[in-house]
């Protein structure tokens, strides 16, 4: 997880989120000299490949490395789930 340079607005947010429950908390921040850490208890590895994963959808990623996707789905509009090299490949299974 990287850790990410926090001010006093950033943990307000996370904080706020936090009392959401929401996982939008969730991250590594450094302020003052102090790391805080925000992370599920007990998460399971399946919820957190699913939180990468809606993750790097939401940013517009390929869900298999992370690299940015440029290219759209002429049909519905919307950005690849991957990226042009992951799709070629998952393609050629078929
Ligand atoms: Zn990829």
Do not use: W
């Not at 926090?6 to 947010?13: I, Q």
């Not at 929401?22 to 992370?39: H, P, T, W």
Request: charged fraction near 35%.
């Amino acid at each position: 997880m990287e850790t990410k340079k926090a001010t006093k607005d950033t943990l307000k947010k996370v904080l706020s989120s936090l009392e959401k429950g929401s996982d939008e908390a969730i991250g590594s921040y450094l302020y003052k000299g102090f790391r805080l850490q925000v992370s599920k208890y007990k998460q399971s590895g399946c919820e957190r490949v699913l939180q990468l994963y809606n993750r790097r959808r939401k940013n517009g990623q390929c869900i298999a490395c992370g690299v940015k996707v440029k290219r759209k789905n002429p049909l519905t509009g919307a950005l690849y789930r991957l990226c042009d090299m992951h799709r070629k490949k998952i393609d050629k299974k078929r």
